[in-house]
């Protein structure tokens, strides 16, 4: 939080998802969004692992797409293998934007790869690039 100006924190079971706060999945959960009312909330789930993980990225960016459509930004930054790859796919599918970090910047380039091979990437950028252009995408 001493790097950011929105809090970031590990996601609750049935939390609502609020402006400003970026929340992560918890270890050995899938982590998804659902509608409940006029509030969007957290489910966390111990579905089998996607690709051997578990939590996978694509679940939450698939329910993210579901709700939000359009107005979805999907982000890929370093990492090992394919996730995010489908999530993303989902996102450009409901006419979403989505973004990868380039690999000059990038600890491991396996997801972003994986992700800008499969066509699913709008822009790629450094990570410093990064947070200017999901704010410009969102209209700040």
């Known amino acids: 939080n001493a790097l950011s100006a929105l809090t970031v924190k590990e996601a609750e079971a049935d ?3 609020r402006p400003g706060v970026v929340l992560i999945a918890p270890g050995d959960f899938h982590m998804t969004l659902e509608r409940e009312g006029t509030k969007t909330v957290v489910k966390l789930n111990k579905n089998p692992p996607i690709g051997g993980l578990r939590p996978c990225v694509d679940p939450t960016m ?3 797409a579901k709700l939000y459509a359009h107005q979805t930004v999907g982000v890929i ?11 993303l796919r ?3 599918r409901m006419n979403g934007r989505t973004v990868a970090e380039d690999q000059s910047t990038c600890v491991v380039f ?3 790869k994986s ?4 066509g ?9 690039a990064i947070a200017g252009e999901i704010a410009r995408l969102a209209g700040k």
Do not use: F, N
């Open 15 to 17: 939390e609502e998802v």
């Open 62 to 64: 698939e329910s993210a």
């Open 77 to 87: 930054l370093t990492g090992m293998g394919h996730d995010g790859t489908q999530g």
């Open 90 to 92: 989902a996102i450009k």
């Open 110 to 112: 396996g997801m972003p």
């Open 115 to 118: 992700a800008i091979e499969a």
């Open 120 to 128: 699913v990437v709008d822009t790629v950028l450094p990570l410093p």
